[in-house]
């Protein structure tokens, strides 16, 4: 299991950018597909974003197509987030997860960071 530590948000205006950072621990972080999650309150936690262990496959959801990217640096055991054009519905608490495989479903996820909180106002 590797172990997650997300960074990176704040409060932003409405159309303001921020971008994520997730640091991972453990010398088998390449193996792994990673994703981004996010969960507002009173809501189910929902998938945002995963990267293959590769890189070289990405998924978004519609939501956030065209506005955030996800990208890793596997020699620095690190996944970013860069999200533009920020609404005030993606406020939420954002938390980086690992897979074994590349999967869009929370449960398929075996480990997860703390998460960091992402106001936009309007």
């Known amino acids: 299991q590797v172990q997650l530590v997300e960074s990176g948000g704040g409060l932003v205006q409405a159309g303001g950018s921020l971008r994520l950072s997730c640091a991972a621990s453990g010398r088998t972080f390449s193996s792994y597909a990673m994703g981004w999650f996010r969960q507002a309150p009173g809501k189910e936690r929902e998938f945002v974003s995963v990267i293959s262990w590769s890189g070289s496959t990405t998924y978004y959801a519609g939501s956030v197509k065209g506005r955030f990217t996800i990208s890793r640096d596997n020699a620095k055991n690190t996944v970013y987030l860069q999200m533009n054009s920020l609404k005030p519905e993606d406020t939420a608490v954002y938390y980086c997860?690992?897979?074994?495989?590349?999967?869009?479903?929370?449960?398929?996820?075996?480990?997860w960071g703390q998460g960091t909180q992402v106001t936009v106002s309007s």
């Open positions: 997860a690992a897979s074994r495989e590349l999967a869009g479903a929370p449960r398929a996820f075996g480990s």
